[in-house]
């Protein structure tokens, strides 16, 4: 039972567009959502985060946007770069007690130059 | 200065062995944990340690051991190593107060089991 789902496994974008990237979730205990990027042969590395009492985080050229009512959240990269292209994990958790991070399938994002 | 460092990166054995994998991280965290990616590329917790105290220990087979010297290191033994254990595993900590939200992950070790 998949609890944070990122249905497209794969995105192809042109350098210089925008990247969005989808991530749904079922457990409305989740409270704080988070974005890892992973490179081949290393860990994953984390992006940007977005606790559900907002609806917007920005990073420089990485935007997360949190729908709660539809249990959605997004990530938008923009200009992409060909450096961005990497496996994109959605994460989410809840503050209560000791709850594991739950992570989706992954988005592998190519982009082309 | 690598921050989280497993060891070994990669890790072929055959069935019915016991191996274990090191995991150790130099940050000053002090919760570490333990995450199988398997085939179908789903990154799963398996257990959590908080200063060498187990707070998470999801579903596993315990076949599976981890073991917390002290707080900067988390091991994982695997006893009689089974074909569906073959996976990449991850070692990852996160700093106090965090609550295991933002975690500083290893490279991970492939487990090849013949």
């Known amino acids: 039972d998949q609890q944070v789902k990122q249905n497209s496994p794969s995105l192809s974008v042109q350098e210089g567009r925008i990247s969005i990237l989808n991530c749904d979730y079922t457990n409305s205990m989740f409270d704080y959502f988070l974005w890892y990027k992973k490179y081949p042969a290393e860990g994953p590395t984390f992006l940007i985060s977005?606790?559900?009492?907002?609806d917007k985080n920005e990073d420089g050229r990485f935007t997360v946007f949190l729908n709660k009512s539809a249990k959605h959240l997004s990530l938008h990269i923009v200009p992409s770069q060909p450096g961005d292209s990497a496996v994109y994990f959605c994460a989410a958790i809840s503050n209560r007690g000791n709850t594991p991070l739950v992570f989706g399938k992954g988005t592998r994002l190519s982009v082309i130059a | 200065d690598t921050a989280v460092s497993q060891t070994p990166k990669y890790l072929v054995t055959q069935m019915g062995n016991d191996k274990s994998i090191k995991c150790e991280q130099n940050l000053g965290h002090d919760t570490m944990y333990w995450y199988k990616q398997d085939s179908k590329k789903f990154l799963k917790i398996m257990f959590s340690?908080?200063?060498?105290?187990?707070?998470i220990n999801e579903t596993v087979p315990n076949r599976f051991s981890p073991k917390s010297p002290d707080k900067a290191h988390l091991n994982l033994h695997i006893n009689s190593l089974e074909l569906g254990d073959s996976a990449v595993y991850f070692c990852?900590?996160?700093?106090?107060?965090?609550?295991?939200?933002?975690?500083?992950f290893g490279p991970g070790t492939r487990l090849l089991v013949l």
């Open positions: 990852a900590s996160s700093h106090p107060g965090s609550r295991g939200k933002t975690q500083y």
């Open positions: 340690y908080n200063n060498k105290e187990l707070i």
């Open positions: 977005i606790s559900s009492i907002k």
